[in-house]
């Protein structure tokens, strides 16, 4: 069974930061494109970052400048360092990963979310 899990998440105060975490387990070959998004309460869920199996990014206005994502293909693995936190950050963060290879089948997965808070 292939899933994502995370970790990091919590509660900061304004211009602090935090780093998550988004593992992939099982038995995987290769992923294309790994992600967070984000929803905040009474709105969409919407796209933080993205990186792409080759390292390329991109980022939301929001948070550029503030917000990097990493990756390390050897562990399967995503973070988001997230510095300059504000109370607007507040939501729940989802790891994404798309064409998450098995010998049977391509997968496009999503984590439980972990809840950011950014509140004095």
């Known amino acids: 069974q292939v899933q994502l899990v995370e970790s990091g998440g919590g509660l900061v105060q304004p211009g602090g930061s935090l780093r998550l975490s988004c593992a992939a387990s099982?038995?995987?070959?290769?992923?294309?494109?790994m992600g967070w998004y984000r929803q905040a309460p009474g709105k969409q869920r919407e796209l933080v970052a993205r990186?792409?199996?080759?390292?390329?990014?991109n980022y939301a206005d929001s948070v550029k400048g503030r917000f990097t994502i990493s990756r390390d293909n050897a562990k399967n693995t995503a973070y988001l360092q997230m510095n300059g936190l504000k109370p607007e950050d507040t939501a729940v963060y989802y790891c994404?990963?798309?064409?998450?290879?098995?010998?049977?089948?391509?997968?496009?997965?999503w984590g439980q979310g972990t809840q950011v808070t950014v509140s004095s």
């Open positions: 994404n990963a798309d064409g998450v290879r098995t010998t049977t089948r391509v997968y496009n997965l």
């Open positions: 099982g038995s995987i070959i290769s992923m294309y494109d």
């Open positions: 990186i792409s199996s080759g390292a390329g990014t």
